[in-house]
Each structure stands twice: as structure tokens, then as C-alpha cells.
């Protein structure tokens, strides 16, 4: 019978997989074209979800990174000007990176693209397809399964 769990894990992680290929492979040609490393795009990225300039050894921690490898990923990103490093103003010796302007842009370049593949995917479904998933999506949403994680919860 179908909606057993199992046959609802695979369909889902199926639609999923697909769902976030299509959106990944868009959202990669923006950093293709800048030619930074994995690595460089996981500091780019940490860097664009926190608000606040981070201390070398917090993007350290936060990649699994040692000190030494997150500083030079953010010398390199230094040099594409997508990053700026200062010093601490209660501690010189912490140093703190940011975005720069031009990181912030393509970090919103490639989850914009994600956007789009996926809003590109919604307009090509069938009418009713669109509404069964919205009305799905939606009560799922309200429900309390799918929260939003804690900060506490995202440090662990």
C-alpha cells in the first residue's frame, strides 16, 4: 500500500536528491566561474550565514577546519576580494572576517540561482500538482515536525 513509511522515505528522498541536484548544479556556476575550492566555498557560505565578523579560529571550528587551513582560505578569499580581515577591537590579536561587498554578492548569486531552479521547477508542474504540494508543504510547515533549528541546536 503506498504511503508506508519506507515507501515514503524513498520517494522523498528520490524528490529530494532530484530537487536539490537541479538547484545545486545552478547555484554552482556562479562559484565555477569565481574558481574557488570547496573549502574556500564553505567558508564563503558560513561567512554569508552569520552576521557578525567571525574570528579565524570560529571558522575554523565551525568547518572542521585547523586554524592554519581556515587562514588560508581566507588569505585566498582575501585575494578575490570577496573577504576583509581586521583586528578585534577589544583583542588585537583576534583577527575578524567578513564579506565583502562582492563576496555578499555571489554568495546571493548562487542561492538565488537555487531559487530560481526551484521556482523553475513549481512553474512546470501541472496546476493540481502545484496545489496538492502547496497544500502538503503548507501543512507540514504549520505543523511542529519541521522547525526551524535552534543556535544551540546548529553548534552541536
Known amino acids: 500500500m503506498p504511503g508506508r513509511p519506507d ?41 554569508a550565514k552569520t552576521p557578525e565578523p567571525l574570528p579565524i579560529n570560529a571558522v575554523a571550528d565551525a568547518l572542521g577546519l585547523s586554524v592554519a587551513a581556515a587562514g588560508r582560505n581566507v588569505d585566498q578569499l582575501l585575494q578575490l576580494d570577496l573577504v576583509e580581515r581586521r583586528e578585534s577591537a577589544t583583542d588585537r590579536r583576534v583577527k575578524l572576517v567578513s564579506l565583502t561587498p562582492v563576496g555578499e554578492r555571489l554568495a546571493a548569486q548562487h542561492i538565488e540561482a537555487k531559487r530560481d531552479s526551484v521556482k523553475a521547477f513549481t512553474d ?33
Open 7 to 47: 515507501e515514503l522515505h524513498d520517494v522523498l528522498v528520490e524528490f529530494l536528491t532530484r530537487l536539490m541536484n537541479l538547484s545545486e548544479s545552478d547555484g554552482l556556476d556562479a562559484l565555477i566561474e569565481s574558481d574557488l575550492s570547496f573549502s574556500q566555498a564553505r567558508t564563503l557560505f558560513l561567512l
Open 124 to 156: 512546470a508542474l501541472p496546476p493540481e500538482q502545484r496545489d496538492q504540494l502547496h497544500r502538503a508543504l503548507t501543512d507540514i510547515l504549520a505543523g511542529g515536525v519541521l522547525r526551524p533549528r535552534t543556535d544551540q541546536e546548529n553548534d552541536q
